[in-house]
């Protein structure tokens, strides 16, 4: 029989990801066509969407499992609370259950939140596990991604002018976290670029350090401000490396440099982790 804590936590990846109510999400496209006059209104396909639009219900099912992809889909973010998908959000969830079995002490952090889905589950975890020492620090600007100025960064303008929907505000997630009942002391706000945030944050030790800046800059500067705090045997985590061959360049300089060789494995089509040697 599954423990109360992995039906919490499973309903709470469910409810993060979106994925109980993805009909939702083809109505509302649906009734936009309808707005825009591209077809006419039907109560019958508005009440039973997934079987009039089967292949469109799979994709947005399938979209909930490999996440968002700037590419294809950033136009249309639909509703859930994380853009990293199920696969992601598991790994998450197997570096901790592995931080808790081995006794790796620290904190965890996050650096890009976006809508706060992936710091959300960092909480409801803890608090599955009845976790009481540990905090989980939200790391965002809260008003979307620099300008680049390095050259790295050349052309990699994800700024809010041009993507305002990356660009979501402290309240916002902190609401999140509230909606979620799970807004406590717990959970600890860095608002701010992480360059001027982070290294002067007052963060003793880590076992899970996430990446999500997208960036080389935010990568760096991530990993230069918090690689030392995270303790042996703890995760870093790179959710755009396969994406992202800046994001993936600052990791590679960072390891070479660091003479880190531990090995990177791979999530999915763009997350990767190392685990901290021990
Ligand atoms: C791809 S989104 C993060 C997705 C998120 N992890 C999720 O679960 O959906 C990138 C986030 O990083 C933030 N960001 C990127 N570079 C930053 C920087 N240098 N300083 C502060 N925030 C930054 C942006 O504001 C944005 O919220």
Redesign the pocket.
């Known amino acids: 029989m599954r423990s109360p804590a992995w039906l919490y936590l499973d309903l709470l990846k469910k409810s993060i990801l979106e994925e109980l109510y993805v009909e939702n999400e083809l109505r509302l496209i649906y009734l936009r066509s309808c707005l825009d006059g591209q077809e006419k209104f039907s109560q019958q396909v508005f009440l039973d969407i997934r079987r009039h639009r089967p292949a469109m219900y799979d994709e947005y099912v399938k979209l909930r499992e490999v996440g968002i992809n700037y590419g294809r889909t950033i136009q249309n973010l639909g509703f859930q609370h994380?853009?990293?998908g199920r696969r992601r959000l598991e790994n998450i969830e197997s570096c901790l259950e592995r931080v808790l079995a081995d006794g790796i002490a620290g904190d965890c952090i996050?650096?890009?939140?976006?809508?706060?889905?992936?710091v959300v589950f960092m909480r409801g975890f803890l608090a599955a596990h009845q976790v009481q020492e540990r905090t989980v620090w939200v790391?965002?600007?809260?008003?979307?991604?620099?300008a680049p100025t390095l050259k790295e960064d050349e052309g990699l303008d994800l700024t809010a002018a041009r993507y305002p929907m990356?660009?979501?505000d402290l309240e916002t997630v902190r609401d999140l976290f509230e909606r979620y009942g799970l807004l406590d002391d717990q959970v600890r706000f860095l608002p701010?670029?992480?360059?001027d945030t982070l290294p002067s944050a007052p963060i003793r030790k880590l076992s899970l350090l996430?990446l999500?800046?997208?960036?080389y800059?935010?990568t760096m500067?991530a990993l230069n401000a918090l690689y030392d705090k995270v303790a042996e045997g703890g995760f870093v985590i790179v959710?755009?490396y396969g994406v992202l061959p800046q994001c993936k360049r600052a990791v590679t300089e960072f390891r070479e440099a660091r003479g880190i060789s531990d090995a990177i494995v791979e999530v999915d089509w763009t997350g990767a982790f190392w685990r901290k040697g021990r």
């Not at 996050?110 to 992936?118: L, N, P, Q, S």
């Not at 701010?192 to 360059?195: D, L, R, V």
């Open positions: 994380t853009m990293i996050e650096c890009g939140v976006w809508r706060g889905g992936a790391a965002d600007s809260f008003q979307g991604l620099p990356l660009a979501i701010g670029w992480f360059k996430r999500d800046g997208d960036m800059e935010s500067d959710d755009d």
